[in-house]
């Protein structure tokens, strides 16, 4: 079974920073592409960063020099850093795999994790 448990959220005034993390389980981690995702109240749920299992990245424009998205393959973990935080990006923040479950390298499925809660206040 897939796990991807988030954590790092939280509430951070205009300017701050926060780091995001996501611990994978049960998934072949380092063949895996990952992604961060973000829904605000309302919205669609968006795309922020994602990196490949080779470690190329993609980060949305709204986030591009802002957000720094890193994956750790020897702990199954992916990073979020987030600097000048804006309001704007007040959303949840959830992670993304892109993998095969452990034991099944042929089969790739998407898998998401709960989500954890960012807010910026101005």
């Known amino acids: 079974q897939v796990q991807l448990v988030e954590s790092g959220g939280g509430l951070v005034q205009a300017g701050g920073s926060l780091r995001l993390s996501c611990a994978a389980s049960?998934?072949?981690?380092?063949?895996?592409?990952m992604g961060w995702y973000r829904q605000a109240p309302g919205k669609q749920r968006e795309l922020v960063a994602s990196?490949?299992?080779?470690?190329?990245?993609n980060y949305a424009i709204s986030v591009k020099g802002r957000f720094t998205i890193s994956r750790d393959n020897t702990n199954n973990t992916v990073y979020l850093q987030m600097n000048s935080l804006k309001p704007e990006d007040t959303a949840v923040y959830y992670c993304?795999?892109?993998?095969?479950?452990?034991?099944?390298?042929?089969?790739?499925?998407?898998?998401w994790g709960q989500g954890t809660q960012v807010t910026v206040s101005s």
């Open positions: 993304n795999a892109q993998g095969s479950p452990s034991g099944l390298p042929r089969v790739r499925l998407a898998s």
């Open positions: 049960g998934i072949i981690f380092r063949a895996s592409d």
């Open positions: 990196i490949t299992s080779g470690g190329s990245t």
